[in-house]
């Protein structure tokens, strides 16, 4: 009799399931705002009787996505065409990216290119960002170098001694004969204009010690007039000045500097200043910052003609974070744990908020096993996941598959020779093992250590690093001798120990075998077991030390200090758009009582010789536009497919490589996660080792009916209308694989929807099996939501296949609207059955009934 009432209800709930997977609205894709224009760019020498062309080009500017952007996020902007630069900058960034010849500026303003628009809506230079005075004041300049003053494109007012002011505020100093000032000043969305002769004239965001480095870019051109550059953008919470945000229009200007335009003045001096054609050969860089003809570098991107030759490129920014709390005073409807979903969710949540017919939801980032405890207590109602939690009288919990995403190991590294960054990184497992266990010295004072003093200082001298990336440079340095990493527990740190546990080579390094070269282990972590949740600091040395600063806050092991792990990857992501690592080894104070002396965090590493890497979540990865590495999934037989030379295959987190994981997941029962332990993804050479699936947990008993609907109603959106790709509110981030009702996901959307039915009618059974929170089928690694992503697209997932690169039309939308199913064709099995069986199952099914009912 169990038997036939758990069939009957697997009937029904699969006809509920159906019916709510159909719909009769297609929504438009979302428009992510892809930017392309193509302009035809002169520099002219203009005299009283003619005009020479000395330089055109038709130079061609795309951003990849220019709407709904968030805070940091970064754009990729890439240009053909350009004039070649010559002496590249070592740090194109803010007043860094000065001494550089025939740049390409980019940076972020306020306002649009838009005659109808009023005067305060329109884009101008003085609602342009820059973090120094030096990118907008020329004060006290010889009037022979003053070479704004000839541009030909400039106004009468604009070729004068004093410029962009009327007069000098007596801040600002005064004027000089012989001497020529200009000043291009700020003006904020909100309050008084800044003059910007000064530091003490700047914007607040433009304080020496900012919160974050500059932004605004003069970047590099190769010989063949190609470029790009990943460009970060603000909103108006990291610069409240600028003041961009969803409700005010801001631009993204590209200048590509072709030099200025000159005209014909009395100064024999100024007219050859001006009509220089640069110093530097293209392609060369500029170590030294030796000087640069200003004619043709980005500091004077403000004067007439290099305005003029302007891209202009409209962007939008998504919602505030704190939108729900501002609009929407309902309590929340929460749901905790893992930081892996939060670039979903955060698209996702006003999506619910902003509608009066859904509910305000809310993710409130929490450990994945403390957020199951929590729900499995009745505190919460459900909890992000990605795995199964076994739990000692755990009630019945079943797992909706929400998102397919994973961790990715990102990193900031510069080729030598200021050749630009590092885009190819490919590691191991080995690797990773010696990064966590401290097993690099890092410096003379790690040296010490009595078990690593053989071993390289880091990780950019290991020979096997080094075998895998050639070509970089071999300089140590304590932030390549450890990977940033979190501090607390989490389903990532176990997904990156299973991928250690499950080489071999890793494995070995692990129990004290030394590798090829001789590095072995540092002794503190020797026969640590694997997989663990949460990664310990077990080093304990200190190494002996004559500074005094050092020798008085030599109370934390010297290792740890490097490590330095943190509490959330979010933290990770930032350090690494800052190359920043987090190692406390900067010594500051005085020694003294008042002033002591503080271990603190070092100092941002310097464009063209970072070298930094760190665990974040691929969503993170995509929004801030990190470089991820390729991690070795298997090794087979020399030239084989997706092998090298040597017959490793190395696979990064794309859409492909996480659809080639999901291939490998096979289901272990009803509602339960799917099997995609280690083991089942090594069978998928193309498959990413860092992918996991991320599961909705949630009590099928015991939840109150308005809970119990809600929770499936939130299953349903996000696993429907939530899987939509784009940018917009309720749409999936960069960083998921869509769930679909085809191709390699099908299986996880199946059963998402049926989880949605079970949770919303409170079905209260047991996962097949028997044991609660549990399911059969999985054994050990069943609940390993570890995997891998391919790098090549399955046949399967190609166009108009259904897979990831085509959206099926009819889960667009789900909106509010009606099933397309039949009532015969949902019902008709399972009411025959129901009459067949009697009235003991009529309370099941009222309740199921009434689940769908919610759920439409």
Not at 131 to 141: A, I, Y
Not at 305 to 316: A, G, H
Request: hydrophobic letters at 35%; a neutral charge; charged letters at 20%.
């Amino acid at each position: 009799m169990r038997r036939l009432r758990v069939l009957v209800l697997g009937l029904v709930g699969l006809a509920i399931a159906s019916s709510l997977s159909s719909s009769g609205v297609v929504a438009a894709p979302d428009d992510v705002g892809a930017f392309l224009q193509t302009k035809s760019l002169t520099r002219e020498f203009v005299s009283t009787d003619s005009t020479e062309t000395i330089d055109r080009r038709n130079v061609t500017v795309a951003v990849d996505h220019t709407k709904n952007l968030r805070g940091r996020e970064r754009v990729s902007v890439s240009w053909t065409g350009a004039h070649p630069s010559g002496g590249r900058a070592v740090n194109p960034f803010g007043e860094n990216g000065l001494d550089q010849e025939y740049p390409v500026v980019i940076m972020q303003c306020r306002g649009r290119d838009d005659v109808s628009l009023p005067p305060a809506q329109r884009l101008r230079p003085e609602t342009c960002w820059t973090s120094t005075v030096q990118q907008r004041s020329q004060r006290s300049t010889p009037d022979g170098s003053a070479v704004w003053r000839a541009d030909a494109r400039a106004k009468d007012e604009d070729t004068g001694p004093l410029s962009g002011v009327v007069s000098l505020p007596k801040a600002c100093g005064s004027t000089a004969d012989g001497f020529s000032d200009r000043v291009t000043t700020f003006v904020p969305r909100k309050g008084s204009t800044f003059t910007s002769c000064n530091e003490e004239s700047m914007a607040p965001e433009a304080a020496v010690d900012a919160s974050f480095p500059p932004a605004e870019t003069a970047a590099y051109t190769g010989r063949d007039g190609k470029g790009s550059a990943s460009f970060e953008v603000r909103s108006s919470i990291e610069n409240e000045s600028l003041g961009c945000d969803a409700s005010t229009a801001c631009s993204i200007v590209v200048i590509p500097i072709m030099g200025i335009s000159c005209e014909q003045t009395s100064s024999r001096v100024l007219n050859q200043n001006c009509r220089k054609t640069g110093r530097f050969e293209p392609g060369s860089s500029n170590f030294d910052g030796q000087g640069v003809d200003d004619a043709v570098s980005s500091r004077y991107w403000w004067s007439a003609s290099n305005w003029e030759n302007r891209f202009s490129v409209p962007i939008t920014f998504g919602p505030a974070p704190n939108v729900c709390d501002v609009l929407d005073d309902r309590t929340p409807f929460g749901v905790y744990g893992s930081e892996l979903m939060t670039q979903a969710t955060l698209q996702w949540a006003p999506a619910y908020c902003l509608r009066k017919d859904r509910f305000r939801f809310q993710h409130n980032v929490l450990p994945d096993n403390a957020s199951f405890d929590l729900m499995q207590q009745d505190e919460v109602p459900g909890a992000f996941v990605t795995s199964r939690k076994n739990r000692p009288g755990a009630g019945p919990t079943e797992y909706a598959p929400t998102a397919v995403t994973g961790f990715a190991i990102s990193y900031v590294i510069d080729k030598p020779d200021n050749a630009g960054d590092y885009g190819r990184l490919r590691l191991n497992a080995r690797l990773l093992a010696k990064l966590l266990t401290q097993s690099y010295p890092a410096s003379d004072l790690g040296l010490q250590h009595p078990g690593l003093s053989k071993n390289p200082f880091s990780i950019n001298q290991d020979p096997e690093f080094k075998a895998l990336n050639p070509g970089l440079d071999t300089r140590a340095r304590e932030a390549s001798a450890v990977l940033m990493s979190l501090s607390e527990s989490s389903d990532v740190i176990a997904a990156i120990t299973r991928y250690i546990k499950g080489d071999p080579e890793a494995s070995a390094f692990m129990a004290g075998t030394a590798d090829p070269w001789g590095m072995r282990i540092n002794p503190s972590y020797r026969g640590l077991r694997l997989p663990r949740s949460e990664w310990p600091l077990l080093d304990t040395f200190r190494p002996k030390v004559s500074q005094d600063c050092f020798a008085e806050n030599n109370d934390t092991p010297y290792l740890s200090r490097l490590a330095a792990p943190v509490t959330a990857f979010s933290k990770i992501s930032e350090a690494l758009l800052d190359a920043w690592p987090f190692a406390q080894t900067k010594c500051t104070g005085q020694g003294n009582a008042q002033f002591p002396y503080v271990l603190g965090r070092g100092d941002r590493q310097g464009v063209g010789s970072r070298m930094i890497l760190g665990v974040t979540t691929i969503g993170d990865a995509a929004r801030y536009d990190l470089r991820t590495a390729a991690l070795q999934t298997t090794t087979v037989k020399p030239g084989k497919r997706f092998a090298d030379a040597t017959g490793r295959v190395f696979v990064g987190p794309t859409d492909a490589s996480l659809a080639s994981a999901v291939r490998a997941a096979r289901p272990t029962g009803r509602g339960q996660p799917f099997d995609l332990s280690m083991d089942r993804l090594r069978t998928r050479q193309t498959a990413y080792p860092g992918t996991l699936v991320v599961y909705t947990a949630a009590k099928t008993s015991g939840l109150d009916r308005a809970t119990a609907r809600t929770m499936g109603r939130f299953i349903q959106i996000a696993t429907t209308e939530g899987q939509r790709r784009g940018s917009g509110n309720g749409f999936l981030p960069e960083g998921y694989l869509p769930l679909r009702k085809t191709g390699p996901t099908a299986a996880l959307f199946a059963s998402a929807q049926q989880v949605a039915v079970d949770v919303a009618a409170q079905v209260g059974q047991k996962p097949d099996g028997g044991g609660a929170g549990g399911g059969a089928g999985g054994g050990a690694g069943s609940g390993d939501a570890g995997g891998d992503l391919p790098d090549n697209a399955p046949d399967d997932e190609a166009p108009g296949t259904g897979g990831p690169t085509d959206q099926d039309p009819r889960l667009q939308s789900m909106g509010e609207t009606s099933s397309l199913s039949t009532f015969l064709g949902g019902w008709g099995v399972p009411i025959l059955l129901l009459v067949a069986i009697g009235c003991g199952l009529a309370a099941p099914v009222t309740r199921i009934l009434a689940a769908r009912r919610a759920l439409r």
